[in-house]
Every structure is written in structure tokens, then in C-alpha cells.
């Protein structure tokens, strides 16, 4: 049956954009994960119309299929099905922007547009207006980060809640458009993102419902003036008072982006070398917390208006902030900073202030919505092996990674609960815990860690699979589900309940032959 | 059938929450529509349980039920199911506020709990919170409102984005929990929207698959200041420009609730009396305006926050605004007006500024969350039947009523398209046409404009139908979809498309046996 899909898919898409050899399909089986699965064949549909009789196909011959944007899912499952056997659907060359309105502020794109694309689009069609990024590379797909529910720094940081109108295809081949993109004609498909009657737009993500071919995305209108404020903390203990006080400049909109707040070992991962004996102790992170200049919590946030009310909404989130090191910057003074550091550099001084700029520099770019490269280097375990190809696929250098993210309230005493059930499980694992929590509404935070680990390395692979089950096993107990999984996770978050039996009575009733993405999240 | 279900309902609710005697149908069967429909009885759950007993009974019978919260929906269908003979639940017993958490800005309240007893008891606990209530009076229910994505005012005015984690009975009497609801005491339930796997929250708006019977309802954190800023053009040429500047101030962030621009009508309607002929000609809406200290447009909005970043955004708000009369308002300056025209009324002098008081003081009162009566009153035909009873029920007053609230993109040109399409269908048929514009994302408005008519009069009952009709169908083909509808509306929003066929299948996935609200949005 397999065979006489592909046969039908090739007529249709041409010969190079259906492949089942063994060297695309060990390309796409890949994982940063401690298993993968590999794909029976690999598509790369152009047009939604393509993607209808690809569907039309897999109803027929009753072949799954799994549809990736353009498969940067890193540690989250990268490109790989839950189940060997499924076909993926690349649709990297679906990379259209189908639309860019510059005085409503929304782009209107297809899912293998990446990050750098949409960004260099917006900078050459008059610079007015600023997308938001994430920390997964200049090569990630805007469309794929969103239907997983990342989130950026900006004010559109919650991708999500961003975005608007969204076209889908559905497992009967019919193409369902979000909003009130159904209405012939309507003028506020990307506007207004309700349209009438029951909003559809939820089911599309984290699902297996329907494969998303275009959605509109909203930007930020570029600002008169911005500022980041970054600030640190000397303890860590003082993550509480910190996190709340956070929570309060959030709800008083004094802060109206996500606030991300990352302990050392998130800013040091990629300037400790391989050598260290891992989990550092206590005395290691204070000694390289000082060599660094980093801090115990360190804050990284913007203030977006005109240059009254910035420097208002500045004063007081300097005062609220206080007790800490606070420093913030525009781009005037990270110009002269970046002057002084260079000028230095003559006299062969000033390191310290180049080591600072190049940490604060890739953050100060993702608070203006530039997609910036370094939160991927961080991930690659260059230390041991160098990046001299240039690639920054971590799946180039057998990178492990797994994200582990669950989500509590905005509230400092949940932020050292988390702390103290995960810490204790990574060391014992032999793992470090970095940790970024990021104040993703007013209200509630994603704690996003990682194990990062050497797939090379069997016995810390299986080590790394054995405490990602004993960190989801701890958190689902304690009360602190994750915002997003990896199909390792799949099983893991499904309660036996009304909720998860009406969403897979939703998925019966759209794909009652389960031909799209089955087993990931619902079967 | 029936009267068994209505036996066994009197057995599990006792007799005082069962009834179908006429005085009882008759009342629920009022509406402000040109037609209404008959329940065949009416039931008063008190908690969740007894709602899945209901609809136990309800299935094994095979009798529809068709719940309301409070019953408050003037305009928009009232009470009345979309067909005759379906058993209507009242909501309005379900009154808990289950949850206050001060800390975190939320509240997890049931449908039966109106605008009044929300804000009453923010009020009695600390009085750090403000909710955000609509024009739709001080007795209609919070829930009734945000399910049928209702609006305010303040920065939480758009209340399906401000809500976060519903309990919902479906038609197999399982009670579903959205968001991390679901998960065993998960703790971020109600500050984290979307849970992990499908978002299933939209569906339950504008829809008929379940019976919302709980909510959590993000609040504001009272700020330190507030200052709310109105503004009046002179000519009704305006609007164009005046749209275009409140959407770039929304977009940058200045102004972050949802802002009001209302034409003459709207603040006129309770000001003239019923002998005047209408519609009111070009001529005496200029001299009105000026008798009433009245723009062809007038704004309401606030800005919220420290005193400092409330001066510095008024600043920029009132430049940007410049052309028009603008007058900025705290509480004190509200205070000292109140206080001089009470001192000027003692001279008999001061008239004017009463008015004017009169005009702005409910518009303050709603930017600030309180739920008013104004809006109501304004809508109730007191000129010909003057409120002595005190009720503000316009189905006391046999008001004739209709919401037609179409959407466009917040662009000057759209707003102008939306007057020049609907001000000649509704002087055609005899109606005045008031109109707010609400800027209700920063990308989006909808306009609320409404048929007000003598439902004890035929001609003028008819009229309002069939003006209704054009309305809808015109602005349907011109691509102006409205946000929400009445019964009369359901079947002119239905395109043949796939959106309505996935929803459809989705319906009878989750009630096969189509028991809750048959016709409504779906069939």
C-alpha cells in the first residue's frame, strides 16, 4: 500500500519531492532524543493544494502521515514521528509570505517560512515593524514554534495569543479556514481572531487534528524608543522576592512583554568547558558566576513606547527592582559600549567588557525581534567539537537534549518549589539544571530546562531518558504539567479524562482512519 | 416524554426548580426580538451535579435543553431558545465566587454571578482588583457575557482572552476541565490559558457543545493611577482620521483597553424625546449636539498605571489627538466638577456642566470596572414609559431591540464604509442608526450599532425585521461579518464551507443526540 502511495504522490509532486532512500530517511530519523523514530518516506509539497491530494493519497492506502514546518523541533522530537512508518510531509517549501500588511501590523505566511526569512522580509519593506523570535535559530519555522505555543521576548511574545486566521487541511482533504476566513470576502480575517461561532483555532495546536498550511501573524509596530533592562541577583535565594516582584510589574503593565529570568547555569552552559565534572558544585558556580560576571538570576526584559513613557515605565521598574544590579540600555549605549570594548581591545584590556557585551548582545537583539543564533550554539557542545563546518544544526554534532518545561504561577514560592524537585533529580542524574523561567502571561511562568547530553555516549543517553522520566513522573505528581512535550512525553501527560476522551472523540470524528500525526498528542 | 423528564428533574431538583406552568413560559418567552419562542419549562440547577443529572435525564428522554446564565442577552435573543418547546436552564442559582486569589489577579465564579456581585465583592475584599464589566448593566451575568466573547472597557475588556479555565458538562454528562484543569491539582489553572494538547476552551463560545458551569476571570490589578481621556470631533468626517490615530495608539501600546468611539446617536438616544420624528435629520442632530455638548464622535478611553507613565502616555495621547477636543479625567478632577456644578445649582446656574457630567461620569465609572446602569437605561424607551416601577428590565418596557455588530480591520476607511453601508438601510426603514466603534485588539473593531423599536407596535415590529435583514445580508456580501448574533442571525452566518461542516461534525461527536441548545450557532 505504501508503495503505491509513494508511486501516486510522485506523480504529483515530481520525482524530488518524494524520497524513501535510505540516506533521506536516516537524514529525517535523526534525533537529539534518546530514541527517534524513522519515516517511511519523505514529501515536499509546494501548494495547499498538494497537500489535499497527499491526504487524498493517505486515506486511500491508509497511510499516516506526520507534517513538520521545517523540522527544528529540537529536543522536543526535532523531525521524528511518535511511530516508525509514518510519512513525513515536509513543507519547508511552503515558505511563501502571502501577505505583509504594514499599517495592520500582520504577516500572513506559510509554515517553512523561517525565522530569518520573515525577519529580512520586514527589515527591506520599510523596517516599521518587528516580529517576535524565539531562542530556536535563525532557520526555525515561525509557523511550527507557534503551533507548539512557544513564545518570544517582545509584545508579541506569546506566539499563540498572536496570532490570527489560520488555514488548515483536514484528513477528509477539505481546507478549513479559522476565524472569519470562511466568509467570502471578510476584511478581518487577521484582525479580529474570534470570527462567529465556535473558535476553532485551539484544536490545531499540539494536536494531530489537521495540518496548518498559512496563518497570520501579528508584529509589533516598531517603537519610538525601547529599552532593555537587565538585572541580576547576587543570591539565590532571592529568586522569591524577585519572581514576585516580576509578576507585579507584569500586571501593572508596566512590563507588557515576557520576562525571562535565567540562572547561571543557563548563561554559563556554553562557557564552561567539557572538562568540568558535571553536575559544578556549589563553589564552581560561584567562582565562575564571578569570572563571568553573571549573576545567581539574571533578568532580561524591555520596556517598548515613546521616549517619555519608557523612561517613566524605566524609573519604575528600576525602583521596584532595586535591591538588585540593574542595568539597562538602548541602542545608543550598546553602540558605545561596543566602542569602548573594541577601543580597549587596542590596549589589550578590556575583556571583561567584551565578555559582557557578548552575553547581553544576542538577548538586547531578541528583545527587538531579531532571531539571533546564540541560544542554538549554546545547546551545541562545541566545546567538544568545534562548529569549523559553520552548521548549527545540533544534529550535526550528536547532540542529546531533551526540554523539560512545566508551567506554575507566577509566584516566587512555586519558582523554588520548582527548583527544589527538579534540582535534586538532574544532580542525581549526574545532569546540571539550566533554568530559564519566563513570566509567559501576568500570571504564570514556563520553567524551561534541559538535559543536555552526548548521544554518543549510550549509557548517558539511557541516563538522560531514565531522569526525564523521573522529572515528568515528579512534576505531573506535584501539580506542574509542561506547556509543551516531545512524543516521549505523549503518554505521559494523557489523564484518563473528559478532557483528553473529547479531544480524541474531536480526532475520530476529523480523521476517523487516524491518517494525520498518530500518537502525537492524542492517538 | 417530556413530562416524564419534567417528573424525574422535580424528583433531583426539587418542585420550587422545576416548572412549566404558564406564567413561567410566558416570562421566559419575552424578548426584545420581533419574535420569540416558548420553552416547554424551565429548571434552576444549583451545582454541577444536579446540571449532569439534567442532562442524564434530558438524554434518556430525548428533550432539548437550552441553557442561559442569567437570561440578560437583550438584543441578542433575550432568554429564548432558537426553537420552541426546549427546556430551558437557568443558570442564575449557580452564583459561587469559588475562588479569589488577590495575588495572582483571578476569580473562578459560576454563571449565575452578575456584574454587581462580582464587583461588590472586590470591592469587600481589599479592593485591589478590578474587574472589567460591560454596558449591559449591573444584573447580567459575567459568564453569559464572555461566552458570547462580550467586551469592557479596561485592560481586561476583551473577556474571552481574559479568561482562563472552564468546567464545562457535555451532553454524555461528564464534566471536562479546559486548560491544566484536567490534571490533578495542577496549580496554574487559572494563569495559564492553554493547558498541554488541543485547546478545546473556543469551543465552548458561540456554540452548543456543553454547559459552561464554572470560569476563571483574569482581573486588574488596581493601579496606582488612571486617568481617563475623552475626546470629540466636530464633524462626522472625522472618524476616519480619528480611527486611524486610536489604532496606532493601541498598537503602540499607549492606550491598552479596549477603546469607544460613539457617534451622536449613541449618547443622544436617551436625550431625545419620542415626539421627535426619526430618523432625526442632518439639521437637528447639529442642533442636539450642541443643546447636549455632543461631538459627531466621541471617545472614551484611560490610561492605567504609575503617575508618572499615566502623564507621560496622556501626554502622547493628547498630542496625538490633538485636532479634536480632548479632556483627560482622574477621580479627583471628577470630584471637583461634581462639586461645582452641586454650587452653581444653588444659583440656579451650572445646568451645562451637569449634563455633561451626566453624560461622562458613567463612561468613567465603566473604565474603572464598575458595572453601571446607564447603558441600559439608554436603551429602554423611558421617554414613553417612564421607569416608576425602577425595573430596568427592557423586557418590562416591551423594548424592541437588536444588536447588528459587524468587524472590520481598525482602519478609518473601514470604519467609513461601515456608516456609509448601514446609515441609508437604516434610514430607509425609519430607524436612527447609533453606533459605538470599539477597538477591540489593537488591530480590530467592532461596530455596535442597534434597530431600537415599539414591540407593542406591528408596523414598526415588522419594520425592525425586515431592516434587520437587509443589514445582514448586505453586510455579509461586503465582507463585514458581525462579531455575535441573536437566533435570527445563526442561519445568515452559516457559509457552506468546511469550517461549519468540522464544527457540525464535531457537535455531533460530543451530542449525538443534539440535547443541548439544538439551532444554536449550530444545529
Known amino acids: 500500500m505504501l508503495h503505491e502511495a509513494i508511486g501516486q504522490w510522485g506523480k504529483i509532486l515530481g520525482a ?15 534525533t537529539t532524543a534518546p530514541r527517534g523514530t524513522a519515516p517511511a518516506a519523505v514529501l515536499w509539497p509546494q501548494r495547499t493544494e498538494q497537500v489535499q491530494q497527499i491526504v487524498r493519497i493517505a486515506v486511500r492506502f491508509r497511510v499516516p502521515l506526520y507534517p513538520i514546518s521545517r523540522g527544528r523541533n529540537w529536543g522536543y522530537g526535532d523531525a521524528c514521528a511518535p511511530q516508525d512508518g509514518q510519512v513525513i510531509i515536509d513543507l519547508r517549501r511552503m515558505n511563501r509570505i502571502v501577505e505583509l500588511n504594514r499599517e495592520l501590523a500582520y504577516a500572513v505566511i506559510e509554515p517553512g517560512v523561517s525565522q530569518q526569512q520573515l525577519h529580512d522580509h520586514l527589515e527591506s519593506s520599510g523596517n516599521d515593524l518587528w516580529m517576535d ?3 530556536a535559530g535563525p532557520d526555525a519555522s515561525v509557523v511550527g514554534n507557534t503551533l507548539e505555543r512557544g513564545f518570544g521576548h517582545t509584545p508579541c511574545g506569546d506566539h499563540f495569543a498572536n496570532t490570527c486566521g489560520m488555514r488548515i487541511v483536514l484528513a477528509d482533504a477539505s481546507v478549513l479556514d479559522t476565524g472569519f476566513g470562511h466568509v ?9 481572531p474570534y470570527g462567529i461561532g465556535p473558535g476553532l483555532d485551539g484544536l490545531f495546536c499540539q494536536s494531530n487534528l489537521g495540518i496548518v498550511t498559512r496563518v497570520g501573524v501579528w508584529l509589533n509596530r516598531r517603537p519610538q524608543a525601547m529599552r532593555a533592562v537587565f538585572a541580576s541577583t547576587s543570591s539565590d535565594d532571592d529568586l522569591v522576592d524577585l519572581i514576585d516582584r516580576l509578576r507585579e510589574l507584569r500586571l501593572a503593565g508596566l512590563l507588557r512583554s515576557a520576562v525571562h529570568v535565567a540562572n547561571d547555569l543557563r548563561l554559563l552552559s556554553s562557557r564552561v568547558d567539557a572538562a568540568t565534572s558535571r553536575p559544578l558544585s556549589p563553589g564552581d558556580r560561584q567562582r565562575l558566576r564571578k569570572v563571568h560576571g553573571v549573576g545567581a538570576w539574571n533578568v532580561s526584559s524591555a520596556i517598548y513606547g515613546t521616549r517619555t513613557t519608557v523612561a517613566a515605565a524605566g524609573l519604575q521598574v528600576k525602583k ?4 538588585y544590579r540593574v542595568v539597562s540600555l538602548n541602542d545608543a549605549k550598546l553602540r558605545r559600549a561596543k566602542r569602548a570594548g573594541a577601543l580597549l581591545g587596542l590596549f589589550g584590556m578590556g575583556a571583561n567588557l567584551r565578555a559582557l557585551i557578548s552575553v547581553v548582545e544576542p538577548a538586547f537583539e531578541m528583545l527587538k525581534g531579531r532571531p539571533v543564533d546564540a541560544f542554538v550554539r549554546d545547546i551545541l557542545p562545541h566545546a567538544t567539537c568545534p562548529s569549523e563546518s559553520g552548521s548549527l544544526d545540533p544534529l550535526d554534532y550528536h547532540t542529546g537534549l531533551i526540554w523539560v518545561s512545566p508551567v506554575a504561577p507566577a509566584q516566587g514560592d512555586h519558582a523554588r518549589r520548582l527548583i527544589q524537585l527538579m534540582e535534586p533529580i538532574y544532580n542525581r542524574f549526574g545532569f546540571d539544571l539550566p533554568v530559564t523561567f519566563t513570566l509567559v502571561t501576568e500570571r504564570a511562568l514556563s520553567a524551561v530546562t534541559n538535559i543536555s547530553f552526548n548521544r554518543r555516549d549510550c549509557e548517558q543517553t539511557e541516563r538522560a531518558a531514565a531522569c526525564y522520566d523521573e522529572l515528568m513522573r515528579t512534576l505531573m505528581d506535584a501539580g ?10 505523549f503518554k505521559r501527560i494523557r489523564t484518563d479524562s473528559p478532557f483528553w476522551h473529547a479531544a480524541q472523540r474531536i480526532k475520530h470524528a476529523l480523521d476517523p482512519h487516524g491518517i494525520i500525526s498518530p500518537g502525537r498528542y492524542l492517538d
Open 133 to 135: 523570535a524565539t531562542g
Open 16 to 30: 524530488d519531492a518524494v524520497k524513501s532512500d535510505d540516506v533521506t530517511v536516516d537524514r529525517y530519523a535523526r
Open 480 to 489: 506542574y504539567p509542561p506547556y509543551r512535550t516531545g512524543p516521549a512525553g
Open 184 to 192: 467570502p470576502g471578510a476584511h478581518a480575517t487577521y484582525c479580529y
Open 320 to 323: 521596584t527592582l532595586r535591591s
